[in-house]
């Protein structure tokens, strides 16, 4: 008797291809986008065309923020081995962690840990419940001595535009969800705590609108990264076109100094 691998996803004879119970040519190509299509594969249902209208606006969002450093890993692995076109885009995608794009799964599940702490009949249902929720949670993050994930941005210093956009096509679509509402409520509660506004970026709001939607805050990292493969692209076919890899090696290279390592330690030990 022949081995079984159940799956729900794809599979094919001869003569057909069948995804999501569906048959791909008759029933999805030219008729089902390719972010819809995503939400599909690992929700196992078909978004709702605000579900989509808002998943979208998220990889739109997430697929490219100019020179960041996943966009410069991308460049430079693709300046030193150009015969790799996947080496480039999977050393950029590689990049996405805690810093840059990892933050929109790490919002996700802090939000989604708070509200999984409150019991679904006793969550808020005005501004001033959501913020004493927030205000508690800030407090405990910053007791425990650790950071409040989707707060403050390397470059938007005082609001990252995506955020309020995020937030108004979610309340346009009728997807303003527990996620979101308790995100916009650390935008407002946070500076209690930690004695300074920081803005709410724009890579938490996505994990907000993502975990709001449904999808298992397990796998919000994937989606930011789907979303920077766009990106990523672009780069690397820039570089092809403008490229800079070059010119950024070089700089670095040419202006590295020796430091003698005793040195270094001598001085790292007067500053302890």
Known sequence: MSPEFPTSLGTSTADEIRLLGQ???????????FGELAFWLVAM?????????????????LAD?????TAIAARLTYLSAPDSLQGALAAGLLGGGSRFLG??????????????????????????????LALAAVRRTREAKRFVPGLG???????????????RIAEEEGLLGPHLQLFAAI?????????????????????????????????????????????LLGQIAEERRRPIGMDAYLTVDRNAVYVDPQTDQTEQTEQD
């Open 23 to 33: 048959d791909l040519t008759a029933d999805l190509m030219g008729k089902v986008g």
């Open 153 to 167: 941005h390397p470059v938007h210093k005082v609001q990252d535009p995506r955020t309020p956009v995020l937030m």
């Open 187 to 231: 935008g407002r509660v946070h500076p209690e705590v930690l004695g300074r506004t920081l803005p709410l970026n724009g890579a938490g709001v996505c994990g907000a609108a993502l975990a709001d939607l449904g999808l298992p805050v397990e796998m919000l990292r994937g989606f930011a990264l789907l979303a920077r493969a766009a990106g």
């Open 65 to 69: 923020h100019g020179f960041t450093p």
């Open 45 to 61: 249902r078909r978004p709702t065309p605000q579900e989509t209208r808002l998943f979208e606006a998220v990889l739109v969002a």
């Open 103 to 132: 933050v929109t799964e790490d919002c996700g599940g802090y939000l989604h840990d708070v509200i999984e702490g409150v019991a679904e009949a006793d969550l808020p249902t005005d501004d001033a419940g959501w913020d004493e």
